[in-house]
């Protein structure tokens, strides 16, 4: 079973991710217990440190990730998503903040950029790479249009390294994710996804093999929440 589901393309995700955008954020805070929030903060700190000034944020969503990163001075950031629900929400939260001079949003697919090569300083993913049909194919397209030494930084779910929290996180995040979906979502079906791919996608040392074939080096990981989510840092090689 673990091992087990059948990814869905590209098409299908886009479909899925309209079907729940409106009520993405309310249960993403619920399903990462508000830690969503303050982590999505520390991406924005580390970004900080490498005084970019011009950032991609691919599966962008309904926003966060821009949206934190607007705060960091003399940068433009651009969000990219294939769901043209979830930009739509995007926008609306920008627009709210008043923060289009900083923030661009487009609907555009990580498997092919429509941006030159070596034109940002960092790309950020978060809670995206799971969801790619093609991973490999959209890693390549993010070093490609990488300056070169510039960085990724990914945010995404993981299995604890510990075999005793791995065992109650699975059982839990087995239970309490559906469930969650059940009782909040128009689309439940959504959520048993989201948990299933979460628990088949490589994560740690596995995840750096896949970012180093695919051009990236000097990695650093950062686990958050007893080790189920984890942010990745990686340089273009
Ligand atoms: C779980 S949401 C994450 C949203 C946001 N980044 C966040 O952290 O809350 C995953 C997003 O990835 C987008 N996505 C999936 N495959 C994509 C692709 N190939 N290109 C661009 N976006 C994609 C989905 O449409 C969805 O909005």
Do not use: W
């Not at 929030?37 to 005084?51: C, E, G, M, Q, S």
């Not at 011009?54 to 309904?62: E, Q, R, S, W, Y």
């Not at 994710?177 to 989201?194: Q, T």
Request: hydrophobic letters at 40%.
């Amino acid at each position: 079973m673990l091992n087990k589901i059948n990814k869905k393309n590209t098409g299908e995700i886009e479909k899925m991710f309209d079907s729940i955008s409106k009520e993405y954020d309310f249960l993403n805070r619920i399903i990462t217990f508000g830690t969503d929030a303050k982590n999505k903060k520390d991406i924005a700190r580390i970004v900080n440190t490498k005084k970019p000034s011009v950032i991609l944020d691919i599966a962008t969503g309904t926003g966060d990730i821009p949206i934190n990163l607007s705060k960091i001075k003399n940068c433009k950031i651009i969000g990219i998503d294939i769901s043209k629900k979830m930009i739509e929400t995007a926008r609306k939260k920008v627009e709210s903040r008043n923060l289009f001079d900083k923030i661009t949003l487009e609907i555009g697919n990580a498997e092919k950029l429509k941006f030159k090569s070596n034109n940002f300083d960092i790309v950020t993913i978060s809670f995206g790479v799971r969801n790619f049909k093609h991973l490999d194919k959209c890693l390549k397209e993010v070093c490609r249009v990488l300056k070169n030494s510039g960085h990724l930084i990914i945010y995404e779910t993981s299995l604890p390294k510990n075999l005793i929290i791995r065992f109650f996180y699975l059982i839990f995040s087995s239970l309490f994710i559906p469930l969650v979906g059940l009782l909040f979502s128009k689309n439940p079906s959504a959520y048993l996804y989201l948990q299933m791919s979460s628990k088949v996608f490589p994560s740690g040392k596995k995840f750096l093999e896949v970012l180093s074939k695919a051009g990236f080096c000097d990695f650093k990981i950062k686990e958050k929440f007893f080790g189920s989510l984890s942010i990745y840092i990686g340089k273009k090689r």
